[in-house]
């Protein structure tokens, strides 16, 4: 009995999941929550986003625009990016070491998080099974998921997780934690195990007394997911399943979102707490403010925020674009960029191996817009 005991202690604490009865990652980095003094909370009043009980951007209007309460953002989905699959591993290499290598990945991600802050981001995008590593994938082989088949979280991917969430907690910046993503929704084996997956990421973070973050339940929720309960019909479910976990009289914030031009279905519209776009394809900026209004014009809608997280147009030395677009509009606009064909390391934030710095032409032309719009907020 004694020997039983001392192999399960060990099981434990060496962090590895174990049955499907695991929670959640049986992990070392667990904090007491007591020890916990988290400084920075998200919130939603309206149609406005609060940090700590005040409005963002308290104040600030940019060209007749209001962008008090807005949630200027990036998506920089791979700042956990891990690669499962042996063949396509080496697909990953940095230039320079020859390797890949998913720890130096969120160090160099955490070390280039203040100087986003100090050009005005207050939120950026990450995702437990990434985005495509190309930019744009018409098959994903990799392999890269925060998740076991059975919907326990990988304890390697949860540590690099808290690294990310404690900084952006210390400079308050707001996590939008994607939980899924098409072409690696296929790794969970079933229905159950997205619901595992699922509770299993709720519970980390109320454990971790994280107060900084938004869901999304899915990125795209119209694409391409395998599973009847990513897909817009029934997503709405998850939504209501997240919105019911509470702790302490507290509850998490979610939505899910659309591919680029789509507008939200009334079951996501009438469940969710904000509303998620994207402006892929989208290069008509007028389309993008149609739709911000077509969005407040589904069944369902109430006032809530409506939110781009993911637009891969840019002229930001235009006067108008899509970033610009949204903003007449009041709806708050995220930057997405991946290495376009023929470029290099320091291009894109969703190609992998990413270089986090703002080390691009392209990334320059938006932080420098984004410093200029929320003039240092």
């Known amino acids: 009995m004694r020997i039983l005991c001392i192999v399960f202690i060990a099981v434990v604490f060496a962090g590895l999941p174990f049955g499907r009865g695991a929670t959640h990652a049986q992990n070392a980095t667990a904090i007491p929550t007591r020890l916990m003094n988290r400084k920075t909370e998200v919130s939603i009043r309206g149609t406005h986003f609060f940090i700590n009980g005040r409005p963002t951007y308290g104040g600030r209007v940019w060209n007749g625009h209001r962008i008090e309460g807005l949630l200027l953002n990036s998506r920089m989905v791979q700042g956990v990016f891990d690669d499962l ?5 080496e697909l990953w290499a940095y230039p320079d070491t020859k ?8 160090r160099e991600f955490v ?4 100087s ?11 995702n437990l099974q990434g985005g495509s590593p190309q930019g744009y994938s ?5 392999h890269n998921s925060a998740f076991t088949e059975s919907g326990v979280l990988r304890p390697a991917y949860i540590r690099r997780l808290q690294t990310i969430f404690d900084r952006a907690d210390e400079l308050g910046m707001v996590v939008m934690l994607g939980f899924f993503y098409f072409g690696q929704d296929e790794r969970l084996r079933d229905e159950a195990a997205v619901r595992h997956a699922v509770d ?4 980390w973070l109320f454990e971790h007394d994280y107060r900084n973050v938004l869901i999304e339940i899915n990125n795209e929720c119209n ?8 897909k817009p019909p029934r997503v709405h479910e998850l939504i209501e399943h997240v919105k019911a976990r509470t702790q302490n009289g507290r509850r998490f914030l979610v939505s899910t979102s659309y591919g680029g031009g789509t507008v939200p279905g009334p079951n996501v519209v009438r469940a969710a ?3 998620l776009l994207h402006g892929n394809g989208v290069s008509d900026p007028e389309r993008i403010a149609e739709m911000v209004r077509q969005t407040r014009a589904v069944t369902g809608y109430r006032p809530m925020p409506i939110l781009f997280n993911e637009d891969d147009h840019f002229d930001f030395d235009k006067p108008l674009n899509n970033f610009t677009a949204a903003l007449s509009e009041g709806a708050s606009w995220g930057y997405f960029d991946f290495r376009f064909k023929g470029e290099g390391f320091d291009d894109g934030f969703q190609s992998v191996p990413v270089n986090w710095k703002i080390s691009s032409p392209r990334k320059r032309g938006f932080f420098e817009k984004l410093r200029e719009i929320a003039a240092g907020s």
Do not use: C, S
Not at 99 to 106: I, K, L, P, S
Not at 138 to 142: A, F, I, L, S, T
């Open 85 to 89: 699959n042996p063949a396509t591993r």
């Open 99 to 106: 390797q890949w290598d998913a720890e130096r990945n969120t």
């Open 111 to 114: 070390a280039a998080m203040p």
């Open 116 to 126: 986003w802050r100090q050009h005005g981001l207050l939120a950026f995008t990450l």
């Open 138 to 142: 018409q098959q994903q082989p990799w």
């Open 200 to 203: 299993n990421t709720v519970n």
């Open 223 to 230: 694409i391409k997911y395998d599973h009847d309960l990513l």
């Open 273 to 275: 707490d904000f509303l």
